[in-house]
């Protein structure tokens, strides 16, 4: 019979909980550190909105494009939108984020995707109540180009004229599919600026 099966374990004594674990050589400081970061988790837990992310009344959903540049000009646009400044800012609306944004949930080219989108639409209608879809494309999006080809992105006049066709046609079929739901359509640009389309 090994050792283990045959010495008893402390309650505490787990893998997870191996850094605070009970034992003769226990100090006051290593207890007070344990109280501290349960305070300090209790604190993160109370200040956030995980407890609502099931189901809630929120004011939107964002859907836009995988590009690592627009994440946080995307997260400050909502922040605007909403009448939240940065600094308060917080987990307010649903997000749903595809290669091209609401191009990759209409365009032909993506047309595999397009189911996960409607559901995923229709999913947080149901939980969160959402009132609105704020639908950003952005310029210099390499999705854009395999979607429209070069030449239909080749200047910003042209890149304008695509992205607007895309989210025209991603406008009416989310008042077809959700006609109780507003709709805001827009292309951000590099410096974040949203140009609003429709």
């Keep these: 019979m090994s050792s283990l099966a045959t010495k008893p374990q402390s309650p505490l004594s787990c893998t997870c909980c191996?850094?605070?674990?009970?034992?003769?050589?226990?100090?006051?400081?290593?207890?007070?550190?344990?109280?501290?970061?349960?305070?300090?988790?209790?604190?993160?837990?109370?200040?956030?909105?995980?407890?609502?992310?099931?189901?809630?009344?929120?004011?939107?959903?964002?859907?836009?494009c995988i590009d690592p540049r627009f994440t946080t000009l995307s997260w400050q646009y909502m922040g605007l939108l909403q009448g939240v400044n940065r600094d308060k800012l917080d987990d307010n609306y649903s997000h749903f984020v595809i290669a091209g944004g609401p191009i990759g949930a209409v365009h032909p080219k993506f047309a595999a995707w397009h189911k996960a989108y409607w559901d995923n639409l229709d999913i947080t209608v149901s939980l969160h109540h959402i009132k609105?879809?704020?639908?950003?494309?952005?310029?210099?999006?390499?999705?854009?180009?395999?979607?429209?080809?070069?030449?239909?992105?080749?200047?910003?006049?042209?890149?304008?004229?695509?992205?607007?066709?895309?989210?025209?046609?991603?406008?009416?079929?989310?008042?077809?599919?959700?006609?109780?739901?507003?709709?805001?359509?827009?292309?951000?640009d590099l410096n974040g600026r949203v140009d609003l389309v429709g």
């Design 18 to 64: 191996a850094p605070f674990s009970l034992t003769d050589k226990t100090t006051r400081r290593s207890l007070l550190g344990l109280g501290a970061a349960t305070l300090a988790g209790v604190a993160l837990g109370l200040h956030s909105n995980t407890a609502q992310a099931s189901s809630g009344n929120y004011e939107s959903m964002l859907i836009n």
């Design 132 to 188: 609105r879809v704020v639908a950003l494309t952005h310029r210099d999006c390499g999705a854009a180009k395999l979607a429209f080809g070069d030449d239909k992105v080749s200047n910003k006049d042209v890149e304008t004229a695509s992205h607007s066709d895309a989210l025209k046609e991603f406008r009416s079929q989310v008042i077809k599919r959700q006609p109780k739901l507003s709709v805001i359509t827009g292309i951000m």
